[in-house]
């Protein structure tokens, strides 16, 4: 998840000993990541990534995942690459080569280690990477999940509600804007 149930709790304005809505808004927390991973096309988290990529004959090479931490392998067409033949563009998820890289389908081949060190309560836990507007978009998109769906207006003098068009698939405004910063 790109932030934790008590972090979600203090940013929402939850007292922390209020547990009676912790299942809920974990349950949110998680659609709500998984929605944006999604619509980023990435996964945030840190972890190793295996990618058939295909060769863009220019001088870069971009990866799914970033920031890219190493890099274990790098085959073209099966041939493994020295580590000195490219070098890293952590942040933005590239790898450059002096020469190009081969046009092709498929025909490269990375094996390597990115993402961001997620928000945890774990004690001794290191420090989150995340960028905070992806975790306010968690939080953003959790809380919106967990409202009354799809309600854009109520009278209660002889009882009146609204509906919204849902458009599915897409995240809220709010939301999509923090993620696009």
Request: glycine share 8%; charged share 25%.
């Amino acid at each position: 998840m790109l932030t934790t149930v008590k972090r979600a709790k203090k940013l929402l304005g939850i007292p922390e000993e209020d547990v009676s809505q912790d299942f809920s808004l974990e349950m949110a927390l998680e659609a709500a990541s998984a929605a944006i991973e999604r619509e980023c096309n990435r996964e945030f988290g840190q972890k190793s990534h295996s990618q058939r990529i295909n060769g863009s004959g220019t001088k870069f090479l971009r990866l799914r995942n970033f920031p890219i931490i190493s890099v274990a392998d790098v085959k073209i067409c099966g041939d493994d690459i020295s580590p000195d033949g490219f070098v890293i563009e952590s942040d933005n998820g590239m790898l450059f080569k002096e020469t190009i890289w081969p046009i092709g389908t498929r025909n490269i081949e990375v094996e390597y280690l990115a993402g961001y060190i997620l928000p945890s309560d774990t004690e001794g836990a290191p420090a989150p990477t995340l960028p905070r507007n992806y975790e306010m978009a968690c939080v953003l998109y959790a809380q919106t999940l967990l409202q009354t769906p799809g309600v854009t207006s109520e009278r209660v003098g002889d009882i009146s509600v609204a509906y919204a068009a849902a458009s599915a698939g897409e995240l809220p405004p709010v939301v999509a804007a923090l993620i696009r910063l």
